[in-house]
């Protein structure tokens, strides 16, 4: 049907009555959600969303008052510190435990200062974790102290980040002296393998911080959990080039997995379908949503955990897989995705899922005799096929003026403009995805708030293919990994080289030697590249 020019502004003002009634609901625009699609007008009325947004009752959302997974603590070395970034605050995590008598480190607290030494500003993480657990920082040679032994948040937190050692000071003053050289210190947990941490210091941030759950995985903390999933982190800990809006837009996103993932999880000419997606939980600020669909479950839980139970041809999976990804704000331009994947235990699993390209790569990265660092490496084949997309699509995004905020007569600064004024998303697939720009847009500013007057952008000299310094070097796992296997390429070219020397020169085990060792050595070579870079593009990909 095609509309007049009358009957088009009049559809238009019907549908944005209903938004405008639906914005004053605390599901914030559900009705919304579940018809502004497969119409154009729907796609054109969006734009008077601006013009009600002094009018919408919205939650204040706070993004310094939630907890944060920012590690995976089985790859930390304990006997460095680590540098991070959490909503653009530049950290050192390091653990205080330590070395016993044989200097074997002992497993402390893990701490999180800001890595700023109160001296002169230099960065801790530069700094060392000395044989008695204490954090010494490489400039001047101030030490300060972690956590006392046994505390926890509500108890002696508060002491932690005292300095211990100060060596220039005269003796008479000391005490004095490291009594105002105190670090700036973070809260801390260690839950389901992750180091945790709460982006609020000091007495105000441990009090926060005991008043705020963490965002967990629940279905890690249910009732026979142990005895029904078997989870896993398989990716390694890495940050992507990407904004974090646009990480978990692809999060939320399965229809991706067709066309992106193309010989890996999918199969871009075979797989795409009109698939559909219904609300099954509100929209709210604080508990975010939840769809069910023709490719399974999504649910967003704020502020950046997205779970998906993948069910469609190519991912068969029904409810005995779920794939929890924390996406964490680490600086602008950059985010952190933490994925904890969880895999029914075989007696509580019908076991009858079809062998598709997902289900060989799932029993790759869940099989028991899979190494570590293998799934870490392995992980770069299907994350990079995203990287480049994500990367160019966030800076389209930025240079479209979608991040832009303007001050509106003397308030708040308010963004020029909304998702759907740049994207066209008609088809219920993405319904995922328009739910979350909905919350990001009208409950939750818009754009990560960060902590830095100044921060930096991902724009100059960016590596999207970079592994080495993404995650091989800050990885236990795969630095001793890389450094075996590269011992094992020198040794096969070796011996190749020997035998090629020294063998007779017309016997058969010359040759055997000289081609299987040779093979051995160039195998490697061409493998160990993964530990260091890893470039994929999709033109390629046939």
């Given amino acids: 049907m095609v509309l007049e020019d009358s009957d088009n502004s009049a559809a238009v003002r019907n549908q944005a009555e209903t938004i405008e009634s639906s914005i004053g609901s605390p599901t914030m625009g559900d009705q919304w959600i579940k018809t502004s699609f497969e119409t154009e007008s729907a796609q054109r009325s969006v734009r008077s969303l601006k013009n009600l947004k002094n009018n919408a009752k ?9 907890w944060y997974p920012l590690h995976v603590v089985d790859t930390m070395d304990a006997t460095r510190p680590h540098k991070a970034q959490l909503l653009g605050i530049n950290l050192v995590l390091w653990n205080d435990g330590p070395k016993d008598q044989n ?196 649910e967003f839980v704020p502020p950046c955990l997205v779970k998906y139970r993948p069910d469609y041809s190519a991912m068969p999976f029904e409810k005995n897989l779920l794939i929890a990804t924390y996406c964490v704000p680490t600086k602008p331009g950059w985010v952190r995705p933490l994925a904890t994947v969880l895999v029914r235990k075989p007696e509580d699993n019908d076991n009858n899922v079809p062998v598709t390209l997902s289900k060989r790569a799932l029993d790759i990265f869940m099989g028991p005799f899979t190494p570590t660092w293998f799934g870490h490496i392995a992980a770069s084949i299907v994350l990079h096929q995203d990287a480049g997309l994500l990367y160019l699509q966030y800076n389209n995004m930025k240079s479209l003026g979608y991040y832009n905020k ?20 008609p088809n219920r697939v993405d319904k995922g995805i328009v739910t979350f720009r909905r919350w990001f847009d009208t409950m939750a500013g818009g754009d990560v708030p960060w902590a830095s007057d100044n921060p930096v952008d991902n724009e100059n000299n960016v590596d ?56 051995i050595g160039f195998g490697l070579e061409q493998f160990n590249q993964l530990f260091i870079r890893y470039e994929f593009h999709h033109h390629e990909n046939d």
């Fill in 103 to 298: 200097k074997k480190k002992q497993v402390g607290n893990w701490n999180a200062y800001h890595d700023s030494c109160p001296h002169r500003r230099a960065p801790l993480s530069e700094g060392r974790v000395e044989d008695d657990g204490s954090l010494l920082c490489s400039y001047h040679g101030w030490r300060f102290e972690g956590q006392p032994a046994g505390s926890s948040s509500s108890d002696d937190s508060a002491t932690a980040g005292k300095c211990c050692s100060l060596p220039y000071s005269p003796q008479r003053f000391e005490d004095r002296h490291r009594a105002k050289a105190s670090c700036e210190v973070f809260p801390t947990k260690v839950v389901d393998g992750m180091l945790w941490v709460f982006p609020q210091s000091g007495l105000e941030g441990i009090i926060l911080s005991e008043n705020r759950p963490l965002p967990l995985v629940s279905e890690l903390h249910e009732k026979d959990s142990s005895t029904t999933w078997k989870s896993r982190i398989p990716a390694g800990v890495r940050d992507f080039p990407c904004s974090f809006d646009t990480m978990i837009e692809n999060t939320l996103d399965p229809a991706h997995f067709c066309a992106a993932h193309h010989g890996t999880l999918g199969n871009r000419y075979e797989d795409p379908s009109a698939y559909d997606f219904k609300v099954v939980q509100s929209l709210t600020s604080k508990e975010g949503f939840a769809l069910d669909g023709d490719m399974g479950s999504l």
């Fill in 406 to 425: 303007k001050p509106e007569n003397g308030s708040p600064k308010e963004k020029n403009m909304i998702y759907q004024d740049l994207c066209y998303t």
């Fill in 58 to 66: 919205r939650e204040e959302f706070d993004w310094f008052n939630h």
């Fill in 464 to 519: 999207i293919y970079d592994m080495w310094n993404a995650h091989t070097v800050n990885c236990q796992y795969c630095t001793t990994a890389y450094a075996n296997l590269e011992i094992i390429r020198k040794g096969a070219y070796a011996i190749s080289l020997a035998a090629l020397l020294f063998l007779p020169y017309e016997s058969t085990e010359r040759a055997a030697v000289v081609l299987v060792a040779g093979g």
